[in-house]
């Protein structure tokens, strides 16, 4: 298994207390209940310490699933079937995995992941890779050259390597070893010399690294199926159901880059309406566009724009931000957030001032996204972390804030229910939509194991084993 972060009660305390000061004045530290603010109040430091190593090894490890999201405007979930079954046989050469159709959201195909292969022959020659490229890798990316961060002296095309993350950040660039903590993430095939690598002539591009031996087989996703498909997370699908836009409305992306449920959106209104997309990075703004046109959705209309500042006096007539109020049939908001849901991710970095930032942030855009909102539109709320802060207390304060909103039940419901601690009931906690990776052990996965199960439970692991993340879903009744 990959290794884990262990840091003893400390880190619990640093992870648990990113929930800002009791109001009354307690200290953060007064009690058990008060500090572990990502779990339920009732919990002691011993189960508070289990749960929280639980959950930095199931981040550690990719979800059980590959997750694929058929471009419906397109191509059938039947016809991307039976390519990608095709295409697997080809990259696992001549193994066939099984692929699912998920039963609630159709749209959906799932692809079981075979890991952690604990039989692999480490290579004399390494190369080393950032955080981010290693997280990838694990999920079944080859490795491009931007994300070489070291190679052995004598390194060539063609060599065989073995492939590791340095999840420290210590290794620097051009490095010719590295004894600093790293992962093993499997054997490869290098394309480039490590001359070529690190070359000042010219930064290269591409791949560097063709994976051949992960310690996770799943597969690489580069240039196939480009326009049929989308590599999402399942709850990344889920929540643009729910949000269930309609052909002919007008909705708002809010904070929409890459564009995965934007285009997704404009899909399942069959490209009908309009879908407005925002995102503060000029660069950002640009891959939803790519991403539009690679899937054909021509009702997509892309802007940047800080979502704080969206709302405001209509100046050029363009059709773009700011806009007026009450001017959108549904919006999501899938807000900036901490990203402590993030899988597979084998290191923080996250100051806690960092992580305090999201809550206040979150919720000028919630604030905005309401005015913004038709009466009887809908709210939805998301974000890809686990956190108290940014997520049910988020909730409890827009009730609060906002009388006109009214909490509503979801469809599709596949997660698992709201955590206690909010001060929300427990209907309202029914309400809400949250995914949590580590409530259930971590398996190895071989091929046998796969082709045995039954696919009612395999479809049960794909609803658990995934990214955490948290969806909360609003109707406006009236104008504020």
């Known amino acids: 298994m990959l290794s884990l972060r262990k840091g003893g009660l400390g880190s619990v305390w640093w992870f648990c207390r990113l929930r800002p000061k009791p109001r009354d004045g307690r200290s953060c530290t007064s009690d058990t209940s008060y500090l572990c603010d990502w779990m339920t109040t009732a919990l002691g430091v011993q189960e508070a310490e289990r749960k929280f190593e639980a959950l930095l090894n199931h981040l550690s490890h990719p979800p059980a699933f590959t997750t694929v999201r058929v471009n419906t405007h397109l191509v059938s979930v039947k016809h991307v079937k039976d390519l990608l079954l095709e295409e697997i046989h080809k990259q696992f050469n001549g193994l066939s995995v099984p692929i699912l159709q998920h039963p609630d959201v159709q749209d959906v195909l799932l692809i079981p992941v075979i890991g952690p292969r604990n039989n692999i022959n480490k290579q004399p020659l390494e190369v080393i890779v950032g955080a981010h490229c290693g997280n990838a890798v694990l999920r079944g990316a080859h490795v491009y050259v931007p ?64 994976m051949t031996e992960p310690v996770y087989l799943s597969p690489s996703f580069d240039n196939v199926l480009s326009s049929s498909l989308f590599l999402q997370n399942l709850p990344s699908v889920v929540v643009s159901h729910v949000l269930n836009p309609q052909p002919g409305e007008k909705i708002l ?68 931000p700011p806009f007026s109020p009450e001017s959108f049939d549904r919006i999501l908001l899938d807000a900036p957030c901490s990203g402590m849901g993030q899988r597979p991710n084998m290191t923080y970095t996250w100051t806690l001032k960092e992580v305090m930032s999201y809550q206040p942030l979150q919720r000028k855009l919630f604030t905005v996204a309401v ?110």
């Open 147 to 210: 994300g070489i961060m070291s190679a052995s002296k004598f390194m060539k095309a063609g060599d065989v390597v073995s492939v590791y993350s340095d999840i420290e950040g210590k290794c620097k660039k051009g490095a010719k070893e590295f004894s600093g903590k790293k992962v093993f993430l499997g054997n490869g095939i290098s394309e480039l010399s490590r001359n070529e690598i690190f070359s000042l002539n010219s930064p290269l591009k591409g791949i560097g690294i063709r």
């Open 253 to 320: 992306d809010m904070c929409a880059a890459p564009g995965g449920k934007t285009t997704h959106i404009a899909a399942l209104m069959r490209d009908q309406g309009e879908v407005i997309a925002m995102d503060k990075i000029p660069s950002k703004v640009e891959k939803i566009k790519q991403n539009a046109a690679l899937l054909q959705l021509n009702c997509i209309r892309a802007f940047c724009c800080n979502g704080t500042k969206a709302l405001g006096k209509i100046e050029d007539g363009q059709g773009g």
């Open 371 to 480: 005015q913004l909102l038709k009466p009887g539109g809908v709210l939805v709320y998301s974000t890809c972390t686990i956190t108290l802060a940014e997520n049910e207390e988020q909730v409890a304060w827009a009730l609060t804030a906002f009388p006109c909103l009214q909490l509503q039940s979801q469809e599709p419901h596949i997660g698992g229910e709201g955590m206690m601690g909010a001060g929300l009931s427990l209907e309202q906690l029914k309400q809400l939509q949250r995914f949590d990776p580590s409530i259930i052990p971590l398996k190895s996965t071989d091929i046998t194991s796969i082709r045995e199960a039954r696919r009612e439970d395999m479809i049960w692991l794909a609803n658990k084993d995934c990214i955490g993340f948290f969806i909360a879903k609003f109707v406006k009744r009236e104008s504020i």
